[in-house]
Every structure is written in C-alpha cells, then in structure tokens.
C-alpha cells in the first residue's frame, strides 16, 4: 500500500456517508457485516489529534505480521520499506528521519478525514476477511470519487488512547483506521509503485 501524504482540503461528512453505504454491500459471510466504523472529520480531527499529542504507543491489539516473517514475504516487505524510503529521500541509517515518517500514521499523514474500523471480540478470522473486503471496496469507490485513501494497521498501536478518545464499548476492538482525503501529486512517496510477485510464483492452475 502506498502511503499518502494529504493536503488539508476538506472532505464532506455526506460524501463519506454515501461511500460507507455503497461499500457495506461488500460481501459479507452469512451477511454478518462484522465492521463497525467511526468516522473523524473537521472540528472532531482536530480535537483527536490534540489529544493524541504526546501519548506513548500502547500494546498492540494484535501482530500486524508474524514474528520472525519469513521467505519470501520477509524481502517482499523489506523491499517495499527500502523503495519507499529511496522516494523520501531518508538513508538507511537515519533511523530518527525513519522513525518520524512512521509517526506521521498518528497524524494521518495530515488527510483531513478519517474512518476507524473495529470489530467485535468474538469475531474469527473469516470476518476478519469481511472487514478486508469492506474496506476494499470503500477504497476502490473513493478512488473513483476523486479521493485518496491509506489504510492503517499502524493504529493497533495506539488502540488504547484512540478507545478512551472515541469510546466505542469494551468488546470491539480496533482492527485499523484510514486517511481520506485527496493525494498531492507533488509528495514522491505517491509516485511509489510496488513490486508484485509473477503470477506463477503464487498461482496454480491445476
């Protein structure tokens, strides 16, 4: 996923409203439709970024990748990290530039708007995939709106001061947030085009 860097141009609530109603058509196993979704917008970004000013990073929610990752998806995300830096103009060994570009996920990468997706506790992994595929075609119908979008795992991260900000009951747990807003062509980082795998490396026709 590219990240984005956003300029601050307002996003209406109705146009995000119209986009999460398309996109809950989204296949959901037994019609569950797993997600639920909170939206940030104007005057409420503002106030949840100030309040997320200066909190420390909290134990995550869950693993975003495994640990020890291994071949070939370990050089498949190492090679991503490597070209997105390359674009940023950050060298390897500027750990503290590295690590401020990570912390732009707490900002949003300045997108004026946002969504935060959750799920409930007791859901598997199969609606887990439901939420995959929801906030896919969210993705995809706000592309062809003329917005942007990043989605953002990095959030697990900060799950506890984002519940007490949006207080969204003890059995949902934060799965990601993402930024919405509209790309600037002019930030490199979202000329970034990531490598993709031949197709004969993961797919068999039997």
Same mark, same amino acid.
């Given at each position: @996923?590219?990240?984005?860097?956003?300029p601050?141009?307002? @996003?209406?609530?109705?146009?995000?409203? =119209?986009?999460?109603?398309?996109?809950?058509?989204?296949?959901? !196993?037994?019609?569950v439709q797993?997600?639920?979704i909170?939206?940030?917008? !104007?005057?409420?970004?503002?106030?949840?970024?100030?309040?997320?000013?200066?909190r420390?990073?909290?134990t995550?929610?869950?693993?975003?990748y495994?640990?020890n990752?291994?071949?070939?998806?370990?050089?498949?995300?190492?090679?991503?990290? =490597?070209?997105?830096?390359?674009?940023?103009?950050i060298p390897?060994?500027?750990?503290?530039?590295?690590?401020?570009?990570?912390?732009?996920?707490?900002?949003?990468?300045?997108?004026?708007?946002?969504?935060?997706c959750?799920v409930?506790? !007791?859901?598997?992994?199969?609606?887990?995939?439901?939420?995959?595929m929801?906030?896919?075609?969210?993705?995809?119908?706000?592309? =062809?709106?003329g917005l942007?979008?990043c989605?953002?795992?990095?959030?697990?991260?900060?799950?506890?001061?984002?519940?007490s900000?949006?207080?969204? !009951?003890? =059995?949902?747990m934060?799965?990601?947030?993402?930024?919405?807003?509209?790309?600037?062509?002019?930030e490199?980082?979202?000329?970034?085009?990531?490598?993709?795998?031949?197709?004969?490396?993961?797919?068999?026709?039997?």
């Amino acid at each position: @996923v590219q990240t984005c860097a956003l300029p601050i141009s307002p @996003v209406d609530d109705e146009t995000i409203a =119209e986009l999460l109603r398309t996109s809950a058509r989204a296949p959901s !196993g037994g019609n569950v439709q797993p997600w639920r979704i909170y939206v940030l917008n !104007g005057d409420r970004m503002t106030e949840f970024l100030d309040f997320m000013s200066g909190r420390p990073l909290d134990t995550p929610e869950y693993d975003v990748y495994p640990a020890n990752l291994w071949e070939p998806y370990r050089t498949n995300r190492f090679t991503l990290g =490597e070209a997105m830096y390359e674009k940023l103009g950050i060298p390897r060994e500027d750990r503290a530039a590295r690590l401020a570009h990570l912390a732009r996920n707490y900002t949003f990468f300045d997108a004026p708007a946002a969504i935060f997706c959750f799920v409930d506790r !007791g859901m598997g992994p199969p609606q887990w995939s439901d939420l995959g595929m929801f906030l896919q075609t969210f993705m995809l119908l706000a592309q =062809e709106a003329g917005l942007s979008t990043c989605p953002q795992e990095a959030w697990a991260a900060r799950s506890n001061a984002v519940r007490s900000f949006i207080n969204p !009951g003890n =059995e949902l747990m934060l799965f990601c947030g993402m930024a919405i807003g509209y790309k600037d062509d002019n930030e490199a980082v979202n000329s970034l085009y990531s490598d993709r795998e031949p197709l004969d490396v993961w797919a068999s026709f039997l």
